[in-house]
């Protein structure tokens, strides 16, 4: 009766996962997913007033990511190539801006892409840490920077925005 009863509750949890599973968009399986595993964009371990800080932010903002651990800006070009991300010439609305000059490199956030191909960008610690300025990088300088293309974050969790 035991074993009855125990077959009859088990065939009748699998129909109704089942059910609930082509009920949703996505599934049930993807949606446990979400629930059980991290944002990959979660915690910030850039230095605050570093300009890897603020750039993974605004990524973050825009429900992309980024890696969390491409240290210092000279190498996230070459780490986020590493990482499969789309690194290039091509300058767009929310990719990074990076270049290995100066004492660590440096990335940016590009807001947008002007018609004469000249571009604004907004980044952190460019003169002052913590200071966050825009600037508009003419379109004849575009050429010396790397571009990096943001990936779309799987699992974005806000909480408390």
Not at 7 to 14: E, G, H, Q
Not at 86 to 110: F, M, S
Request: with cysteine; hydrophobic share 35%.
């Amino acid at each position: 009766m035991k074993k009855w009863f125990t077959a009859i509750a088990i065939t009748s949890l699998a129909i109704g996962l089942y059910y609930v599973d082509k009920q949703m968009e996505d599934g049930l399986w993807a949606n446990i997913e979400y629930i059980i595993l991290p944002d990959p964009m979660a915690y910030n371990a850039y230095e605050k007033g570093e300009c890897t800080f603020y750039v993974f932010e605004e990524i973050k903002k825009d429900g992309n990511m980024i890696g969390v651990d491409w240290h210092d800006a000279e190498l996230w070009a070459s780490n986020a190539t590493d990482d499969d991300y789309n690194v290039d010439q091509k300058p767009a609305p929310g990719a990074v801006l990076q270049t290995e000059r100066g004492e660590l490199g440096h990335v940016a956030y590009i807001e947008s892409v002007k018609e004469d191909g000249s571009l604004v960008i907004f980044e952190m610690n460019y003169n002052t840490p913590y200071e966050i300025t825009e600037r508009l990088i003419p379109s004849e300088k575009v050429d010396q920077y790397s571009y990096i293309h943001p990936k779309e974050n799987p699992r974005p969790k806000s909480i408390g925005t």
